[in-house]
């Protein structure tokens, strides 16, 4: 049997990622915990949140974003200003933010035309 610990990392693929790069750390405010490759040849860049690993894939034949694959969930401490920021940064929607009754989200593109889910829970 299979026993799982943790997730290692979710990977995104990317077409271009010095533009990528410029989303996930200018837009997003990640910090890169790895990063090795070349234009042209594969890449990959590592962002270390909170105990898991977001990463970007570049150069993998057949690999492409898609906005129809899986999304992360991005949990931040203002969902309000998180919203805002996107904006100002002409981030676009895919679905507008909105509540459940757990929490609030909602799902942008980035700059590949991957989704990722901008998340805040409700207070217990």
């Not at 234009?39 to 594969?42: H, P």
């Given at each position: 049997m299979l026993k799982a610990t943790e997730i290692?990392?979710?990977c995104y693929p990317v077409v271009d990622m010095?533009?990528?790069r410029k989303f996930y750390e200018g837009?997003?405010?990640l910090k890169s915990t790895v990063s090795y490759g070349t234009?042209?040849?594969?890449q990959w860049?590592?962002?270390d949140l909170a105990g898991g690993t977001i990463a970007l894939g570049c150069g993998a034949p057949d690999w492409r974003p898609r906005e129809d694959g899986a999304a992360f969930a991005l949990e931040v401490e203002d969902f309000d200003q998180a919203i805002a920021h996107l904006r100002a940064n002409h981030v676009k929607f895919k679905i507008e933010p909105m509540p459940t009754p757990v929490c609030q989200m909602a799902f942008i593109y980035d700059s590949e035309g991957n989704l990722i889910c901008i998340h805040k829970r409700k207070a217990k």
């Open positions: 290692a990392f979710t010095d533009r990528a837009v997003l405010g234009a042209g040849g594969m860049t590592e962002y």
